[in-house]
């Protein structure tokens, strides 16, 4: 039922099959016949488990192949917040792979890691300094408030601007994006 000892039951199938038929043979046709067929169905019902898990096994290397070329398409097409999430997706998709299987798609995983973190990193060389700006210019509309559909039209666009920066996780930013959620959370709209 674990995907990461397959290798190991496919081995302890393959030495109890030795041992089975090295003590099977011994006996020639002596051996009980009940006990052949009851050999054969165990092996048969343990085999049909393997062949499950390595299906299992490579239908999630096939989604994390896939879903890495999906992530380069998008970052070619420049939609990163979508790569950058879908990326968190693949970690703990590839993370369940057994290691001989990310080896078959580690190239790809790494040179797709490599974008999302340089990704990362010019969001949050962009954000670090727009996000204050932003902050201040909630901050006037908050203490200077404007005709409604002018107020909820410039609320609608901060926070517009405001989640295409992203979050960098760094505690500037956590304290930031706490700034903007008090100065909305009093302003009406």
């Known amino acids: 039922t674990d995907v990461s000892q397959i290798s190991a039951s496919q081995e302890y199938l393959n030495e109890q099959t030795q041992h089975w038929k090295s003590l099977s043979d011994s006996y020639g046709s002596g051996w009980p016949k009940e006990l052949e067929v009851e050999w054969q169905q165990c092996r048969k ?12 096994v490579k239908q999630n290397e096939s989604r994390c192949r896939a879903k ?13 917040h979508a790569a950058m999430g879908l990326y ?21 995983f790494l040179s797709v890691k490599e974008q999302v973190e340089n990704l990362k990193d010019w969001q949050q060389y962009i954000a670090q300094p727009r996000k204050p700006a932003i902050l201040k210019e909630a901050e006037i509309i908050a203490l200077n408030p404007l005709p409604i559909d002018q107020q909820v039209s410039e609320v609608k666009h901060l926070r517009s601007e405001w989640n295409s920066l992203g979050n960098t996780g ?8 706490h700034a903007f ?4 959370r009093h302003v009406k709209t």
């Open 45 to 56: 019902a343990f085999n049909q488990g393997l062949k499950e898990l390595k299906a299992e």
């Open 68 to 80: 890495l070329r999906t992530i380069d398409s998008l970052i070619s097409q420049g939609k990163y």
């Open 88 to 108: 968190e997706k693949v970690i703990i998709w590839y993370a369940q792979l057994p290691e001989r299987n990310q080896e078959f798609i580690s190239r790809q």
């Open 170 to 177: 760094t505690e500037a930013d956590i304290a930031l994006n």
């Open 181 to 184: 959620d008090l100065v909305f």
